[in-house]
Structure formats: C-alpha cells, structure tokens
C-alpha cells in the first residue's frame, strides 16, 4: 500500500525556521546540493516517522506537502484524474532520487507522489 514517505515545508526565512525547528525538535537541516532546500532529518534510522524537506517559500512553494511512495508515476498520475483530482506539476526528474509530481485531491489540498529511481534526471 502506498505510504507517505516524505513532508515539505516552505519558509519565508529559511534560516529562522531551521532555528526553530532545530530548538523545537532537535531536528537536523542539511543543504541540498546548489539548490534553494534542506534536508531535514527528524528521528534516528528504525525509529518511527518521516523526514522531510524544506525549501523557500515561492507562489508554486507555499503549501505543506506529503509526497507518497508509488511504484508506478504515470499509472498514478492517471489515476488521481480518474479520481477526480488534479495535475499541479507533471512528472519531474529529481537527480538521484526518482520522479515527482504534485497534485492536489478534490478538497485542493496539495500532495507529492514519487517513483524511486536513482537514475532519474
């Protein structure tokens, strides 16, 4: 069953909100490449949860997102039209990581779903 593998979050002042997070959770933030995100790392490996991602706030980045694991992008995709819901941003390569698209459901809420495939790009 496809489960949620991922959240991002996005951020006026990145750097004030890895503060926060940092002090709040004790949560971790590494740069990602030359990219405008962070990595972030909430919990030790086998323990309960997800981590996420964040990136600056921008009009096609300012929703929390849920990016579910699937195994098949193009099947998915299709099946969120038949569903009733909608493509916000077709399938994208992510370098190393897999393919994305962003969709939102029939309430308008925003959700990621990726294939893995570390040959993507």
């Known amino acids: 069953m496809p489960r949620v593998v991922h959240f991002e979050l996005p951020a006026d002042d990145p750097e004030r909100a890895i503060a926060f997070y940092t002090r709040l959770f004790g949560w971790t933030f590494d740069k990602w ?3 405008d995100y962070w990595l972030i790392g909430t919990g030790a490996e086998g323990e309960p949860g997800i981590d996420g991602g964040m990136g600056r706030r921008s009009p096609h980045n300012d929703f929390v997102v849920n990016t579910v694991d699937v195994a098949d992008l193009d099947a998915s995709v299709q099946a969120v039209i ?12 992510i370098p190393t990581v897999g393919w994305l698209a962003y969709c939102t459901d029939t309430e308008g809420n925003r959700f990621g779903m990726l294939q893995s495939d570390e040959k993507a790009g």
């Open 33 to 35: 490449g030359d990219e």
């Open 82 to 93: 038949a569903c009733g819901g909608s493509i916000v941003m077709p399938k994208t390569p």
